[in-house]
Nanobody, 121 residues
């Protein structure tokens, strides 16, 4: 069974920083893409930033220049460094991974349970 477990959320003041981590575990063959989505109250879940196995990064405009993603392929772990946080960054942040796993014919999308990030003074 594949699991994605996030850590690192919390409360931070505007302008502050937080670092999120996510570990994928299970019978993983190939970890194609990892990244982060977020969902604020009353809003749909939106993509924040992704990183491929080869290190290519795709980030959405609201976080460009402020959020940095990195990954450790050997540990199936992805990190999100969030700087210059704004109140509008407040949301539940979900870890995402596109994985090829034992027993599955094609890659699938997997999700963590989410971690709350609150930016407030």
């Amino acid at each position: 069974q594949v699991q994605l477990v996030e850590s690192g959320g919390g409360l931070v003041e505007p302008g502050g920083s937080l670092r999120l981590s996510c570990v994928a575990s299970g019978n993983i063959i190939t970890n194609y893409v990892m990244g982060w989505y977020r969902q604020a109250p009353g809003n749909q879940r939106e993509r924040v930033i992704l990183i491929t196995e080869g290190g290519s990064v795709f980030s959405e405009n609201p976080v460009k220049g402020r959020f940095t993603i990195s990954r450790d392929n050997a540990k199936n772990t992805v990190y999100l460094q969030m700087n210059s946080l704004k109140p509008e960054d407040t949301a539940v942040y979900y870890c995402y991974a596109q994985l090829s796993v034992v027993g599955a014919r094609i890659p699938r999308d997997y999700w963590g349970r989410g971690t709350q990030v609150t930016v407030s003074s």
